[in-house]
């Protein structure tokens, strides 16, 4: 956990903001300058948010430092009952382990398969409970509504809590990150995604997932929400067995996140069972 509070650094660019805006108003300083520069740090501020990766928003996961040849795949957006039980056949013919970040309405849906994952010893995560497009407008409580509601969902399906979030579309607040900590879970981004929910062609998406791969790194993919290809087959398909692919042949391990960050059920987190 970063020992700079987000909360803080949002609340003093707004105070300082505020202040510009009163010695704007009590003619101290040219108006158009006070508002140029409130514009600017507003910006910031919202750019900050928007970035899946921005430390500033808080601490956050892309890769591990590790000399070992893993890389993490992730899979956002389910489960999906057409999709996952594909996606883990598909691990399992090429020996491959990945960490699923659940929603939780969806978890609630189609349970079987939430447990399916768990049994072919996948790791579940906590993609929040609605994943709504509001997430990172949220309050505090809200939020803590949202990463409560999936984790107890997730946690009664595996009988394991989850140990890594990740936000709807990456998109977070500051209000996000203490909460995280409070609950002992790790933000997670990624280091390559291949804008797999839109983009029509599997090579390009083949591509961002593979160039400058290296050992450590976090993927992002989607067994929910997959886009199509030309053929109108979802993409993930064509994708996915290409990546296993072409990891075996650089040598590099599919492994989920706890294997990644070296997360011990027993030593990590006293609430695992
Ligand atoms: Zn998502």
């Known amino acids: 956990m970063s020992k700079v509070d987000p909360r803080r650094v949002f609340q003093t660019m707004n105070l300082v903001d505020g ?12 108006l158009t300058q006070g508002l140029a520069w409130i514009g600017l740090t507003q910006v910031a501020l919202a750019g900050a948010c928007l970035c899946p990766r921005c430390r500033l928003v808080g601490p956050v996961l892309t890769r591990a430092a590790t000399a070992r040849p893993y890389i993490a795949l992730s899979f956002d957006d389910g489960p999906d009952p057409a999709l996952t039980p594909w996606t883990l056949k598909t691990l399992k013919q090429y020996g491959a382990k990945a960490s699923f970040f659940c929603i939780g309405t969806r978890a609630r849906l189609y349970r079987q398969d939430v447990m399916a994952i768990a049994r072919a010893g996948h790791s ?21 509504r949202e990463i409560d509601a999936a984790q107890r969902t997730l946690e009664d399906l595996c009988g394991q809590a989850p140990r890594f979030f990740r936000a709807p579309f990456g998109f977070r607040n500051p209000w996000l990150a203490p909460l995280l900590a409070d609950r002992g879970l790790h933000y997670t981004a990624w280091a390559h995604r291949g804008f797999d929910t839109w983009n029509h062609d599997s090579d390009r998406v083949q591509s961002r997932l593979t160039r400058d791969l290296k050992p450590g790194d976090i993927l992002l993919l989607h067994d929910g929400h997959s886009g199509r290809d030309r053929q109108n087959r979802p993409i993930i398909h064509t994708v ?20 990644l960050f070296d997360l011990s059920p027993s030593t990590a987190d006293p609430r695992l069972r």
Not at 241 to 254: D, I, M, N, S
């Open 19 to 30: 202040l510009i805006g009163a010695a704007a108003a009590a003619h101290l300083m040219p």
């Open 124 to 144: 579940i995560e906590n993609h929040s409970d609605q994943h709504s497009y509001r997430f990172a407008f949220l309050g505090s409580r809200a939020l803590a």
């Open 240 to 259: 996915l067995p290409q990546l296993l692919q072409e990891l075996q042949k650089r040598g590099l391990t599919a492994v989920d996140l706890p294997t």
